[in-house]
Each structure stands twice: as C-alpha cells, then as structure tokens.
C-alpha cells in the first residue's frame, strides 16, 4: 500500500480531494486530527506539546485508516505540515 499525502494551505480542498481519490480508488483516506484538536478545545495559542500530541495522533489515525486501504491511502495532511508549524512557530522540531 502507498501512503499519498496532500499539503498545503487551510480551506483549499484537501479534505474534499482525499475523499474524492478515496472514493475513486475505492480505498480508504485519513483525515487531518488537527482540525478535531483545535475544533474540541478553546486552545488559540498552541504549544510545541500540542503539536506533539497531534503528531501521535494524526499517526494513529493513519495506521487506523491504513488496515481498511486497498492499493492506496490518501492523507488529509501529513507530519510535514507540523514540522513547518514547529519550525515556524518555535524554531525547533520535537
């Protein structure tokens, strides 16, 4: 199975491409956890531990996602994504 990552910036169409290509492919796709995290809590500033904790759970939601996938699995996100927020918001990369 491939992983296939779509990045890029909020509101452009990823989550609405991941679906489409899953459903094409008739395989399974991985949500972004981040939108969950920031949607469930009052958090406006993050930390460097949120974005470690979305990190755990973005792979989690991955693997999950991974055991239903034929052939492909698409990604609303990837890690690359928190490693440019770590990078740009706190100079260094857990």
Not at 27 to 39: H, V
Request: hydrophobic share 40%.
């Amino acid at each position: 199975m491939k992983k296939i990552a779509v990045i890029g910036a909020e509101s452009t169409g990823k989550t609405w491409l991941c679906e489409a290509l899953a459903t094409h492919y008739k395989t399974a796709w991985a949500p972004e956890y981040a939108r969950d995290y920031f949607n469930d809590s009052d958090i406006y500033n993050y930390t460097l531990n949120d974005l470690e904790q979305i990190a755990k759970q973005q792979l989690e939601l991955e693997k999950h996602h991974a055991g239903k996938a034929f052939r492909y699995l698409f990604c609303d996100t990837t890690l690359i994504t928190l490693k440019i927020w770590a990078e740009l918001e706190f100079n260094t990369v857990p």
